[in-house]
């Protein structure tokens, strides 16, 4: 007999235009205590952390804030302190994937709750059970739990560069190249697989598609599709218990790219390059994602993505070096010749 799985996901989810000012109700309806802290940077502070304090204090709420500038280690320990210090019973974090980030890993290792207040929809990380943090120079995903509750406000996160958005779409399409090398391992590999799971990531990523055109008006309407989508994905790796739903040779790649690039671009945009050339090694409709990524604005190749060729290459032969638990269409690697025909064929390089 199989060991019973659970499947840890939000218990409350609220979106749409002006939801912020709710937080106060959400928070009395979840079995939270009354002594809050805020988890923001400086501009997202300004943008919606100060009147997310406002509304927890009106709602009799005790609530104390910390202004962080980076994601790594040091932070999370910072925010630790102080919420020790000052009796934290759980935690906001308001923000883009910084600040959620931060406040996701922070809140579990206190075992605390935490609420997800995104001020922009750039990765799927909103309601996931992921967290990225740097560990020295590495980005390193941490398992962590989802959000007790999510509470995205579209007009909020229609202020922010449009370029945010863009990179979340190219996030999300990339769930269609994860998918299909999750597929790969489990027949593979006899990996663990929930068909639950792949649909709605695939789902989430075929939201994009379909609504490629839209999206780039960039509209109330069209925020909102994404930041659905974005947290389906989520939802998805939640009931996988891991981040094979959204996180496959595309990843890997972006990753690799973090690491050897100068300067690397977003890593939405990274892993919508990366899904093209994934999708051509994999056989699949490479164009279609393609021509996805060209209409909503995402970067497709290496001079729109500010890198250059020799990166590109770089990173599709040591890619599969990141995470060698994880099998994907990469197998073993790459050899230097085929990295350059796959970024050469896709028009990425």
């Not at 609420?115 to 390193?140: E, Q």
Request: glycine letters at 10%; hydrophobic letters at 40%.
């Amino acid at each position: 007999m199989k060991e019973p799985k659970r499947i840890e996901l939000p218990c409350e989810i609220l979106m749409g235009p002006g939801v912020i000012d709710q937080i106060g109700e959400v928070c009395g309806r979840l079995p939270l205590g009354k002594r809050s802290m805020i988890i923001a940077d400086e501009k997202t502070f300004e943008i919606a952390g100060a009147r997310v304090r406002d509304t927890l204090k009106s709602s009799g709420f005790k609530v104390c804030y910390i202004l962080i500038e980076k994601s790594d280690m040091e932070t999370v320990k910072a925010v630790r302190n102080l919420a020790r210090r000052k009796n934290v019973e759980f935690m906001l974090g308001v923000g883009g994937g910084k600040c959620v980030d931060v406040a996701k890993l922070a809140s579990f290792e206190e075992g605390k709750p935490f609420l997800s207040v995104p001020t922009a929809a750039s990765h799927d990380g909103i309601a996931s059970a992921r967290a990225s943090i740097k560990g020295g120079k590495k980005l390193t995903s941490i398992g962590t739990r989802p959000p007790i509750a999510v509470v995205a406000d579209t007009l909020i996160i229609k202020l922010a560069p449009y370029r945010l958005l863009a990179s979340g779409c190219g996030d999300l399409v990339a769930n269609i190249t994860a998918v299909r090398d999750w597929e790969l391992a489990h027949r593979l590999r006899g990996e663990a697989f929930s068909e639950y799971a792949a649909a709605l990531s695939s789902m989430s990523a075929q939201l994009i598609i379909k609504n490629a055109a839209m999206i780039k008006k960039h509209t109330e309407e069209s925020v909102r599709k994404v930041v659905k989508a974005l947290i389906s994905s989520g939802v998805a790796m939640g009931i996988a218990g891991s981040s094979r739903p959204a996180s496959g040779s595309e990843h890997l790649f972006s990753h690799a790219l973090d690491q050897i690039a100068p300067q690397p671009a977003l890593h939405g945009e990274q892993c919508g390059v990366g899904a093209i050339m994934m999708s051509y090694l994999q056989g699949g409709n490479w164009r279609k994602i393609r021509t996805a990524l060209k209409t909503i604005g995402c970067p497709i190749n290496a001079n729109e993505l500010g890198i250059e060729p020799r990166y590109i290459v770089e990173a599709l032969v040591t890619a599969h070096k990141i995470r060698p638990d994880r099998y994907t269409i990469l197998g073993d690697g790459l050899s230097r010749r085929k990295a350059e025909e796959v970024a050469s064929t896709t028009g990425v390089i």
